[in-house]
């Protein structure tokens, strides 16, 4: 602008064109007024095309006029700048260059060994689990190879040469077994047993060993439980087989106490459940004989006396299952944790029965329920009438008389079993009145039931 204040002589007028609202359609309009009348026709345009034209050239010479005139101050400044931007290049090149090669030690001694190094880390903990697998196949084949020889030592009385059983070998297989269980019921990433149901060799330990073993030691426990008996029937039973029969019942408990299900139970919920099933088939299967055979004898007094002493018989091995049950400490199980508020005399294998039976006593257990059942057979022999309801009826006293004894001497303890210290028997064969309870309830299910 300081050229064009020096130039009065121009005719440009610059304001007009450098005004931020200038229209060339409105000074276009405008030249062309200037020139000429509205009304003229037609209208003369070349005197506002000569004034553009003259305003173009002088514009033109202007600059040329400025671009003479600053040309060198113009060079110098342009050179100015392409030196300064050229040096700034160079000095960015070399430190970009300085950048790259720290780069690519950096990725020589740190990325690539990093990378190398994780490589080692992923094999190195693929060997790890590995290793940790096959330890815990191994010794699940130890473990499944020792299952094999205890289950063959309860046929083979221990490698002794007879064919005795060795019941003891049953408590050992149930140990083992929990060993195994120990194992492969912890599947969760990280436990012992992780991994080891996609294995072969375990599929098959646990489809050919552990299972069928299993099985036949829970067959196994269950039969010793069904058929114990003290022998207090026959009066002839020696005191080292009523131990063989103790020590047998014993083994035969705490195995089934072990292999009891765990899993998915709360340790203060955890029952002994083959344990209490067994005990009540032993149960079930003493009360449906003595209340089938009593039931029959009413009808045909002649073979009552008999009938009773079995009776009777039943009840002094129920008493004696029952003390050895309360004398046998509860096994510490591993895989169900100690119970603080579990007191140590409270920790036998009676307790858990008497809990699942809802009942203080065997022997009270099972002259409550053969009451209860022997109640709907005697009035269905009276409802039969003829000679047995007439006999039954006529000999009313004698036949409370006999069952009151029955109750008696089946509610002793037989006398090959110790009674526990501070546990003397409930009553005797001269005082009853510890079960006089059980007695009347089981003459009123009979008597009780013959009318008058």
């Not at 345009?45 to 060198?72: G, M, N, Y």
């Not at 290049?89 to 994780?118: G, P, R």
């Not at 309360?326 to 169900?336: F, Q």
């Not at 409370?400 to 089946?410: H, K, L, Q, S």
């Amino acid at each position: 602008m300081a050229a064009i204040d020096e130039d009065d002589t121009s005719y440009v007028d610059y304001d007009t064109f450098l005004d931020p609202d200038f229209s060339p359609s409105s000074f276009a309009n405008s030249l062309v007024l200037a020139t000429n009348n509205p009304n003229d026709t037609p209208l003369d345009l070349s005197t506002p095309l000569s004034k553009v034209l003259f305003d173009s050239q002088e514009i033109d010479s202007h600059i040329d006029l400025l671009t003479t005139r600053s040309a060198i101050p113009l060079l110098t400044y342009t050179k100015e700048q392409t030196e300064a931007s050229g040096k700034i290049i160079s000095e960015i090149d070399s430190q970009l260059k300085s950048l790259n090669e720290s780069y690519k030690q950096l990725e020589k001694e740190v990325i690539q060994k990093h990378a190398e190094a994780d490589e080692v880390r992923q094999v190195a903990a693929r060997l790890w689990e590995t290793l940790k697998l096959g330890r815990s196949v191994g010794r699940c084949l130890q473990l499944g190879r020792q299952l094999e020889i205890q289950h063959a030592e309860i046929s083979t009385g221990g490698g002794g040469g007879g064919n005795k059983e060795d019941h003891r070998a049953l408590v050992r297989c149930a140990y083992t077994l929990i060993s195994l269980r120990e194992i492969l019921d912890r599947k969760a990433p990280g436990e012992e047993g992780y991994g080891l149901d996609r294995v072969n060799a375990i599929k098959s330990l646990q489809e050919t060993i552990i299972t069928p073993i299993e099985r036949s030691v829970r067959n196994i426990s269950e039969q010793i439980t069904r058929e114990f008996n003290i022998g207090s029937a026959s009066g002839t039973t020696t005191f080292a087989q009523s131990e063989e029969a103790k020590a047998r019942i014993i083994s035969a408990a705490t195995t089934l106490y072990l292999i009891s299900p765990t899993a998915g139970t709360k340790a203060d919920k955890w029952t002994p459940l083959l344990l209490l099933q067994a005990l009540e088939v032993y149960l079930r299967n003493a009360l449906q004989s003595s209340i089938a055979s009593l039931a029959r004898s009413l009808a045909t007094l002649p073979s009552l006396d008999r009938t009773l002493a079995e009776v009777s018989a039943r009840c002094q091995n129920i008493i004696a299952l029952e003390i050895i049950l309360s004398t046998t400490k509860a096994p510490a199980h591993p895989l169900v944790p100690a119970h603080k508020h579990t007191s140590s005399d409270k920790a036998n294998l009676l307790q858990p029965l008497l809990a699942y039976l809802e009942t203080g006593s065997l022997a009270s257990y099972f002259w409550r329920t053969m009451a209860s059942s022997l109640a709907t057979r005697v009035q269905e022999i009276m409802n039969r009438g003829g000679v047995s309801a007439r006999t039954l009826k006529t000999n009313r006293n004698n036949v409370g008389d006999a069952i009151r004894e029955c109750v008696i001497r089946g509610s002793q303890p037989p006398s090959t079993i110790a009674t526990p210290k501070g546990k003397a028997p409930k009553g005797d064969a001269e005082n009853s009145s510890g079960w006089d309870r059980e007695v009347a309830v089981m003459v009123g299910s009979v008597v009780g039931n013959l009318g008058r």
